[in-house]
């Protein structure tokens, strides 16, 4: 997933990589499909596989 393997895009990159023309449609289509923002998608990845790290 792209979100994953580019943290160092910003959401409008990602938004734009994915098709996108601007990032509320991204965050609608994502939040509606996943459930939840990729904001909050990727804090919460990032939590997990810290926590699997420990």
Do not use: Q, V, W
């Amino acid at each position: 997933m792209i979100l994953m393997e580019h943290s160092d895009y910003s959401t409008d990159d990602t938004a734009s990589k994915c098709g996108f023309r601007n990032t509320a449609a991204f965050n609608n289509a994502f939040k509606f499909t996943f459930g939840i923002t990729p904001t909050d998608y990727l804090s919460n990845m990032s939590r997990m596989f810290k926590k699997k790290r420990e």
